[in-house]
């Protein structure tokens, strides 16, 4: 983690966390929204 922290510039490696920890929620919420308007349903 540390190593991750510094190669992205992170002072904190709390930052390096969060980024890990959001990404997946994230990409779920933007492939629901892809599959909804593919469907004709709305983001």
């Not at 540390?2 to 992205?8: F, H, M, N």
């Not at 002072?11 to 308007?37: G, H």
């Amino acid at each position: 983690m540390l190593a991750l922290s510094t190669y992205l510039g992170h002072s904190k490696v709390a930052n390096t966390y969060w980024y890990l920890e959001a990404t997946p929620d994230l990409m779920r919420n933007i492939a629901d929204s892809c599959q909804s308007f593919f469907t004709g349903g709305r983001p």
